[in-house]
């Protein structure tokens, strides 16, 4: 790929099976709050919004993206600024339209292509891997990233993020590896002098993973 893929397409993308395709059994309770929290990250790399005291601002609702139209115009709806969580909590009541515009933004680049799905009176469209090459590049280039070290803002926020999508597990099968991948993590954050909005972007993530866990412990209940 020429141009580079926006987040929330790439965690999604990486989220996929590349053999028996659909959502990963590990990610799949957390992908719809991670594409969330990725989109706002996307939308703030394009200077769309920026973060004041961990709470979003609006700065142009103008955008080619239909998808990012769509969440800039429910910010714009609002009289003041709130939080990345708060909007997370808010955009999920949209996850349906949100997955289905990524799935339809990465079919267009031919990464993945839909498998219509029915179980009983459920229909579904099951997304599998096209291009696995770019899936793997993406995945060495991760491994790059967190043992050689990156300062890029976009690189880091994206990194943020990998932990509560369950990317980790993905990428580092060895339990080992995996563990001394978040050591390296946390050590990037701490030697890295970052944003503010980077600052965020990690807030978001554990965020994230206190929605999932949340979310967890509902349906647990729910079932007992």
């Known amino acids: 790929m020429d141009q580079p893929i926006p987040l929330a397409q790439k965690i999604y993308f990486l989220g996929i099976h590349p053999e028996k395709g659909g959502i990963r059994s590990g990610s799949v309770s957390a992908m719809h709050f991670v594409v969330i929290g990725t989109l706002l990250m996307d939308l703030y790399l394009q200077k769309k919004i920026k973060f004041e005291g961990k709470r979003v601002i609006l700065l142009s609702t103008k955008s080619d993206n ?50 219509e799905k029915q179980f009983l009176f459920f229909k579904w469209k099951k997304p599998v891997v096209l291009n696995k090459q770019v899936m793997y590049r993406m995945i060495s280039e991760i491994d790059n990233q967190i043992f050689k070290g990156t300062s890029a803002e976009d690189e880091m926020i994206f990194l943020s993020f990998l932990e509560p999508a369950a990317i980790l597990r993905i990428i580092y ?18 030697k890295n002098s970052v944003s503010g909005a980077v600052a965020d972007a990690i807030a978001a993530s554990q965020a994230i993973a206190a929605s999932v866990a949340a979310s967890a412990a509902a349906t647990a209940a729910a079932r007992s």
Request: charged share 40%.
């Open 66 to 115: 239909e998808l990012h139209r769509f969440v800039l115009g429910k910010m714009n709806q609002v009289k003041s600024p709130k939080k990345i969580s708060t909007w997370i909590s808010k955009l999920n009541y949209s996850q349906k339209f949100i997955r289905s515009q990524v799935q339809k933004e990465l079919v267009a680049k031919r990464l993945i292509r839909l498998e």
């Open 173 to 190: 099968h060895d339990r080992r590896k995996r563990k001394q991948a978040r050591e390296r993590l946390k050590e990037m954050r701490i």
